[in-house]
């Protein structure tokens, strides 16, 4: 269970993965202009209001070596609260629900089962072939996914919350934390 502690106006939650929000810029902050700032290096994604201070930071995690997320400059292309994915899922027995197979890990259906595709909560699009930000699992620092960026489950919904199609995401490789300390300024 995620302890959250309140300072002021920051919210600090976390032991392991989490996320920091400052409630009041948070509040203040206008989806049309906010933007998302994503570090490689430290694994974090941070939600910048329109006068570029940060209200939101996340741990978040990468592509692995030949999943890389790209780097760059992109925007957010599409907005889905329940997506499922169309290239990665599991195979499962209908009725019990027991899982079979992963479907990038087999060419065709097992016999008697049915696709389900993995659930991207909060999805937020950033490429037209497939890569996007969205609630997954992963260890705190790791890149685990396979180009998506995986977001700490209580920090995606408050990013989908303060963006629209439109809104910019830059993707650096270098670190930001200094520069993007949440609550700070």
């Not at 570090?39 to 999943?67: F, M, R």
């Not at 990038?104 to 996007?132: F, K, N």
């Amino acid at each position: 269970m995620w302890a959250c502690v309140v300072v002021g106006v920051l919210v600090s939650c976390g032991s392991g993965a989490g996320y920091a929000v400052n409630e009041r810029l948070y509040a203040a902050a206008v989806p049309a202009e906010t933007r998302i700032r994503i570090s490689y290096w430290d694994q974090k994604a941070w939600l910048v209001n329109g006068s570029g201070t940060p209200v939101l930071e996340a741990d978040i995690s990468t592509g692995v070596p030949g999943h890389e997320t790209p780097t760059g400059e992109f925007s957010v292309l599409e907005k889905l609260e329940d997506k499922k994915s169309n290239l990665y899922g599991q195979y499962v027995r209908p009725g019990t629900g027991k899982v079979v197979a992963k479907t990038w890990m087999v060419e065709e259906a097992p016999e008697g089962t049915v696709r389900e595709g993995i659930s991207m909560p909060y999805w937020m699009r950033l490429t037209w072939d497939g890569v996007g930000m969205h609630v997954g699992k992963f260890p705190k620092r790791k890149r685990s996914s396979f180009g998506c960026i995986r977001v700490f489950k209580e920090a995606q919904p408050l990013m989908f919350r303060k963006t629209v199609v439109g809104t910019p995401v830059l993707i650096e490789e270098r670190s930001l934390a200094e520069e993007m300390r949440v609550g700070r300024n």
